[in-house]
Nanobody
């Protein structure tokens, strides 16, 4: 079955860190798929958080997360990561990974809640 499965979300205090993972199954994304993380807060549109190229070079970030979030990928493990540091309440959202290439695939999302 072709799918993306996110994990690693949860409840964290402001200033804390989380590492999200997105594992691809049923297909190989190495060298073919651009991977990205998106998020959607309640009542807001889904927004792009970070993108990484097929080789893992040249990551890009939304201004709101620059310097705090880091996207990376392990093509051998078919997995993309999002390291989130210095988390703020405004980072609270459902986080989705997306694969763009021969097809477009979305994961089911993982909830991140930043609250004291």
């Amino acid at each position: 079955q072709v799918q993306l499965v996110e994990s690693g979300g949860g409840l964290v205090q402001p200033g804390g860190s989380l590492r999200l993972s997105c594992a691809a199954s049923g297909f190989t994304f190495s060298g073919i798929y651009i991977m990205s993380w998106h998020r959607q807060a309640p009542g807001k549109e889904r927004e792009l958080v970070a993108t990484i190229s097929t080789s893992g070079s040249s990551p890009t970030y939304a201004d709101s997360v620059k310097g705090r979030f880091t996207i990376s990928r392990d093509n051998a493990k078919n997995t993309v990561y999002l390291q989130m540091n210095s988390l703020k309440p405004d980072d609270t959202a459902v986080y989705y990974c997306k694969a763009t290439g021969l097809r477009v695939l979305w994961g089911q999302g993982t909830q991140v809640t930043v609250s004291s």
